[in-house]
């Protein structure tokens, strides 16, 4: 597993790809920050609606970064190599997630720059920020498993693109759902949809519910990803 993530960690921050995607990414997050946090006449020090805004464009950037991710190795081949060499299909499942994710977190980490830079101007209320912070964490993990998913239908890049995009649009859409008036249908939504889920650890309110959310959706998308990969692997 380690050595398929070294190789996924060698994709991502020696690719110039990776590299413009994540420096619009916080080249947006710099505007949008000094726009609402400095340079605006109601500036307020309440950070939880840039990380919820930065969270949301995650959806644009990771199927970006993932579509190639499986895709890859079935175009051209190697991923029968990887399934007959000594590791697991779980090891390299594992090991390509966690090298996306190391190299978007990375990313993540670098806005809590935004708040030590507010904090010489205004209070800031860390535990809230970090609580963000940590919602954010699992939510990318979430992300990328459902952009390795569609990854794993298809070995053209196009439409594994396609199919990432399509999958997190039904997520805004689910998150939208939930202020309908139906009383049952709209707490159906708010239980599935990952905004509801992220926005209570961007309150500060941590909750098993919460995590076992993230970590259970993750884990059903990496299954899936898995298994399509083997069943198509195999025929």
């Known amino acids: 597993m380690f050595a398929v993530y070294k190789k996924e960690l060698k994709v991502y921050f020696t690719g110039i790809l990776g590299y413009i995607v ?10 949008f920050f000094f726009g609402i946090y400095v340079f605006s006449a109601s500036s307020t020090s309440d950070l939880s609606p840039f990380f919820g ?9 990771i199927p970006i970064l993932t579509l190639r991710i499986l895709a890859e190795d079935k175009k051209l081949g190697t991923y029968e190599l990887l399934l007959t060499s000594p590791r697991s299909s779980w090891e390299i499942i594992i090991g390509k997630f966690l090298g996306v994710l190391t190299f978007v977190l990375t990313g993540a980490t670098l806005l809590l720059v935004f708040p030590l830079v507010l904090s010489f101007f ?16 699992f939510s990318l993990a979430f992300f990328v498993s459902i952009g390795m998913a569609a990854s794993s239908f298809t070995d053209n890049f196009v439409i ?20 309908v008036q139906v009383e049952f249908l709209a707490n159906l939504m708010r239980e599935i949809s990952f905004s509801h889920h992220y926005e209570q650890f961007a309150k ?10 993230f970590i259970l959706g993750t884990f059903i998308w990496l299954f899936v990803a898995k298994n399509v990969v083997e069943s198509k692997t195999w025929k």
């Open 22 to 31: 994540m420096g619009i990414y916080l080249l947006m997050a710099g505007i």
């Open 53 to 61: 805004m930065m969270n949301s464009w995650f959806l644009l950037i």
């Open 122 to 137: 205004a209070p800031i209320e860390w535990g809230a920020v970090l609580s963000g912070y940590l919602g954010m964490v």
């Open 160 to 179: 594994a693109g396609i199919i990432s995009f399509g999958l997190f649009f039904m997520l805004f859409l689910i998150s939208a759902f939930g202020d």
């Open 204 to 213: 500060g309110f941590i909750s098993l519910k919460n995590f076992l959310y």
